[in-house]
């Protein structure tokens, strides 16, 4: 289980590379784990409340990944790390607060 941990934190690290400086720590991660306690997929979030950043094409290819669903206040991309499913969550606070 640690080595998946690590699979995660690893993950992380990188996806943090392909988005500016200023918004990097509202990233979060969060590996989700099966009955057996191993990773079953690696979860990152990210909640931005100045509205959606640019992040670079290339955590696409980095994860394999495609868009599964695309809103006006938010992105989901699906993929793999090392062999475990991984999703990442991105949303604009700042649109998904302003009808409030």
Avoid: H
């Avoid at 200023?22 to 306690?37: F, I, S, T, Y």
């Avoid at 191993?38 to 696409?60: C, E, H, W």
């Amino acid at each position: 289980m640690d080595r998946k941990n690590e699979n995660a934190d690893q993950l992380f690290a990188k996806v943090c590379e392909y988005f500016p400086k200023q918004v990097r720590g509202n990233l979060k991660v969060k590996p989700e784990c099966d009955a057996n306690g191993n990773v079953s997929t690696i979860v990152i979030r990210g909640r931005f409340p100045k509205g959606m950043p640019q992040y670079d094409a290339k955590l696409l290819e980095l994860i394999g990944g495609r868009v599964t669903e695309k809103e006006q206040d938010g992105i989901e991309i699906r993929g793999q790390w090392q062999g475990i499913p991984c999703l990442l969550q991105l949303r604009s606070e700042s649109l998904a607060t302003a009808g409030v």
